[in-house]
């Protein structure tokens, strides 16, 4: 009987514990279970020989070890960024005193465009345990809540590519303080009274006041759930240079291949002229093959030319003049698995 009776309560345990794990608000794979981050890659309409739907995407975590094809498409609820957003949407978060969460675009849905905020895009959501950041390059989106999930029909046209990790809620305060210097345009947000102490500067963000700057850029080193290390470099406005030559190859002591939308005319050439140097990538190339020009991929990620340092970082900003002057960051991560999935995307590149 005593036997029977400690099952039962171990039973009823493991039943509680799992119901717990179910309801934290973290990333979500595909099959809507949640991960300690996840990456996609939206593939542009327009491919070398190909024109497609433009919703197609290529999907990646460190349980499927390499790109693979979505069976979903991105501008359904299903797959992982809906299954993420829907703890936000469908989860009713947005009306909870208990959770954060900041929707924040340069070009946000249905409002008008407003200068003088970061080119920076992305999405936070947590409570006192934990949460994600999803950092994206996708304009427009996400939805406002009350809305629902819905993806912009001018989102499909270029590449774009999303990083979501899953963190504790400590390392929100450090995010919080990355967030000043992206000065971020926070188009629908709620940071709850019991969150003030420890969130002062993400709530003046949240009523529209900008917090004074200790300086014009900002490391944080981040750790995920499960202990993976990101890097969040951000630049205020006052930082005028190219984030990736002037500061982050440097810093990271490592050439640099970078992927971003460079408007002709406007493009910031490939750069050897300080000791780490920075070179425009111009083709990608994804499995299948997926091949496509930079110019019709809106996402902006960079990796480490030698295969040795192994570090891969996606953000903001592009390699264009106008974009000195806007305030925005990149996330690193030395994962060698994410280091290989993008190297092998790099198809062509410009030397100095």
């Known amino acids: 009987m005593a036997t029977h009776f400690s099952s039962c309560l171990q039973i009823i345990i493991m039943f509680l514990c799992c119901t717990v794990c179910s309801t934290d608000i973290s990333c979500k794979n595909e099959a809507g279970e949640p991960v300690d981050w996840f990456i996609i890659y939206k593939l542009p309409r327009c491919k070398i020989g190909e024109v497609s739907s433009g919703v197609d995407y290529m999907y990646l975590d460190s349980s499927v070890g390499s790109w693979q ?48 905020y970061g080119h920076t895009k992305g999405v936070l959501l947590f409570d006192r345990s934990q949460g994600f950041w999803l950092s994206h390059s996708i304009p427009h989106f996400p939805s406002f809540p009350e ?161 040795e340092d192994q570090v891969t970082c996606l953000g903001d900003l592009n390699r264009e003049r106008a974009q000195m002057w806007r305030s925005g960051g990149l996330v690193c991560t030395f994962n060698p698995l994410i280091y290989k999935a993008f190297r092998q995307a790099v198809d062509w590149y410009f030397g100095c």
Request: glycine fraction near 6%.
């Open 69 to 116: 094809m979505s069976k979903f498409m991105v501008n359904t609820s299903q797959g992982a960024i809906g299954n993420t957003l829907n703890q936000l949407y469908m989860g009713k978060a947005y009306k909870s005193n208990s959770s954060v969460y900041a929707l924040y675009n340069d070009g946000p849905p249905i409002l008008d465009y407003i200068k003088g």
């Open 147 to 307: 809305r629902g999930y819905l993806y912009p029909s001018s989102g499909k046209v270029n590449g774009q590519t999303a990083l979501c990790v899953t963190y504790r809620y400590e390392q929100f305060f450090g995010i919080a303080k990355q967030m000043v210097y992206l000065y971020p345009r926070f188009y629908n947000c709620s940071v709850p009274a019991a969150f003030l102490s420890d969130l002062p500067q993400l709530a003046q963000l949240c009523k529209g006041s900008k917090p004074p700057l200790a300086s014009d850029k900002r490391v944080e080193q981040l750790f995920s759930i499960q202990g993976e290390k990101f890097v969040s470099f951000v630049k205020s406005e006052h930082f005028v240079d190219d984030i990736y030559t002037g500061w982050v190859a440097q810093a990271l002591d490592a050439d640099l291949l970078v992927e971003s939308w460079q408007t002709q005319g406007h493009e910031l050439p490939s750069n050897c002229s300080l000791p780490k140097h920075v070179m425009n990538i111009k083709r990608i190339r994804l499995p299948g093959p997926v091949l496509f020009q930079s110019y019709h991929d809106h996402s902006k990620w960079c990796l480490s030319r030698t295969y």
